[in-house]
Nanobody, 122 residues
């Protein structure tokens, strides 16, 4: 029932930009705080940006992306976006969307989508 489908990743040069999208279904999207998470190989998954639900749309960012990334949402489309500018190789990771905190469940297990890969390289 719950589904999160991330898209928009790809290979980009340092200094470039990408816009990620996440289409959500199976829950009442508009009331939840949503976040973008990323995980690089061998590293802990980290929350990089979040945006509150319930009509407020307040945003928060980890310091390493502040000023470069912008999270937004369109509740009519059940979609959350991440605009990423001035990309660095340090941003290379698989990017996932989820609620913040990530509390979605499918078959009694934590639910995550497939993610979308962002690779920043010359």
């Amino acid at each position: 029932q719950v589904q999160l489908v991330e898209s928009g990743g790809g290979l980009v040069q340092p200094g470039g930009s990408l816009r990620l999208s996440c289409a959500a279904s199976g829950f009442i999207f508009s009331i939840y705080t949503m976040g973008w998470y990323r995980q690089a190989p061998g590293k802990q998954r980290e929350l990089v940006a979040s945006i509150t639900g319930g009509g407020s749309s307040n945003t928060n960012y980890v310091e390493s992306v502040k000023g470069r990334f912008t999270i937004s949402r369109d509740n009519a489309k059940n979609t959350v976006y991440l605009q990423m500018n001035s990309l660095s190789p340090e941003d290379t990771a698989a990017y996932y969307c989820n609620t913040d905190p990530p509390n979605l469940r499918s078959s009694r297990r934590d639910y995550w989508g497939q993610g979308t890969q962002v690779t920043v390289s010359s």
